[in-house]
């Protein structure tokens, strides 16, 4: 799995299962943040390298000699130190590392079981690294086989059947501990990819045609007013709006909070609904006692049926990663030892013409065609035992492979 000698490829990261949402804040990383990262990694000499931040999760995928490259790469770039990250995070190496990506590209890792929005941060992830330069073969292949593997899960399970993201289980709550749900002022703040899934199932879930959406930058907001048929409003009116509203869902994405409590109007009791990481409401509201403030986390802990029906499809999602990470493991085994078995097939034909070369000065009746196909056909055959004996014990190809150029005395080969 060595793309260069001594480099391994690492899956490193902290999600929600260990860390919480302050800690996951730390070490999220907006647009700008994910392309220094890419810079610095180009700067520091890391070959590939696909950078995901969600409200779930900041994971890396790259080749590094020692993680701490990596880490390093992710502390610089986020609020995070490596103590905080040595104690709240995971690091996996190799198939490990590739067994985790699969994982959670299909949605078995998610906060909510069969949440796959975390497919589509993949693809983004890997088209940003590719237009730096830092998306090379093994790693590109890989994402595609995470896709596939996720397009089929949705296709041939039920494992993405009803509620399928914190934004659905955000409207989820409402819908569920709001009385008369239709007549309430609806806010929404932030038109992010969450913000936009969450206004649709708004509009499609509660009836409501008292939804109000503020936006930073308003051009944002109208586009999606535009399309749900909701009432757009400027950012300088947001406090006159937080007033009005019976229930705040704050989805921006900010680094710091944008809601706190000298925004809100004093004893007017306000359901706020926080689906931002970092977290964009301050803590400080939790001291108004007419505030009831959730968090994604919280969202993520509610528990359906629908979510329960889902854990039947568990199996059936694992065979087809199974499966698919099979196929991409033979690739990359293939291409691992077709540099070798290339090297020992030049190796023997230059052995071959030498032997020949020889033979041809002893032996003035010597049979050129018939020397050529017979050591021809010998060369196939001992190339094909060599491919046989390293396919067949894989886990020790890597010391057959260096062996083998010792005894062939071949020079290191390069994957293509």
């Known amino acids: 799995m060595q793309q260069h000698k001594n480099t391994h490829f690492y899956a490193l990261g902290l999600s929600y299962r260990k860390a919480d949402a302050e800690i996951r804040g730390m070490f999220s990383l907006c647009e700008s943040s994910k392309k220094q ?5 180009i700067a520091s000499g890391v070959e590939s390298l696909v950078v995901v931040s969600t409200c779930n999760r900041t994971e890396l995928y790259g080749f590094a000699e020692h993680p701490y490259q990596l880490i390093k790469l992710l502390c610089a770039n986020s609020k995070g130190d490596v103590e905080t990250f040595e104690k709240f995070a995971y690091i996996y190496k190799e198939r490990e590392a590739i067994a985790h990506m699969f994982k959670v ?16 941060q993949l693809k983004s992830g890997a ?35 009803g509620a399928t993201s914190v934004s659905f289980a955000s409207v989820q709550f409402i819908i569920n501990n709001v009385n008369n749900i239709s007549e309430k002022n609806i806010l929404l703040f932030g038109t992010g990819k969450i913000g936009r899934n969450t206004c649709e199932n708004l509009v499609k879930h509660t009836k409501n045609s008292h939804i109000t959406i503020i936006n930073r930058t308003k051009r944002k907001a ?13 950012y300088s009116q947001l406090t006159h709006e937080v007033s009005q509203a019976d229930i705040l869902i704050v989805a921006t994405g900010a680094q710091r909070p944008t809601i706190d409590k000298s925004l809100l109007t004093p004893h007017k009791p306000l359901l706020i609904l926080d689906l931002s990481i970092p977290k964009n409401v301050h803590q400080n509201v939790a001291d108004l006692k007419h505030i009831q403030l959730i968090h994604l986390d919280d969202l993520a802990k509610i528990t359906d049926e629908t979510l329960e029906r889902r854990k039947a499809f568990i199996p059936i999602a694992q065979g087809i990663i199974e499966e698919i990470q099979s196929e991409f493991l033979s690739w990359l085994e293939a291409r691992k030892l077709a540099p070798t078995l290339q090297a020992i097939k030049h190796k023997l034909l230059d052995l071959k013409n030498t032997e020949l070369d020889n ?18 056909n010998l060369i196939q055959k001992i190339t094909n035992h060599f491919a046989h004996h390293l396919k067949a014990d894989l886990d020790a190809s890597d010391e057959s492979i260096e062996l083998i ?4 005395q071949i020079e290191n080969t390069q994957n293509a």
Do not use: C, Y
């Not at 109208?222 to 400027?234: H, L, P, R």
């Open 222 to 234: 109208e586009e999606i007013a535009g399309k749900f048929n909701v009432v757009v409003k400027d």
């Open 37 to 41: 990262l890419l810079k610095d990694a």
């Open 105 to 120: 590209g299909s949605g078995l890792d998610s906060q909510i079981l069969g949440d796959f929005e975390i497919i589509s």
């Open 405 to 408: 150029k010792k005894i062939f």
């Open 359 to 376: 033979q041809r000065k002893k032996f003035t009746d010597f049979n050129e065609a018939q020397a050529e196909l017979i050591s021809n």
């Open 127 to 161: 088209r940003l690294s590719k237009s730096a330069g830092l998306l090379n073969a093994f790693t590109e292949r890989l994402v595609n086989s995470v896709i596939q593997a996720s397009k089929r899960i949705k296709t041939e399970t039920e494992l993405s059947s």
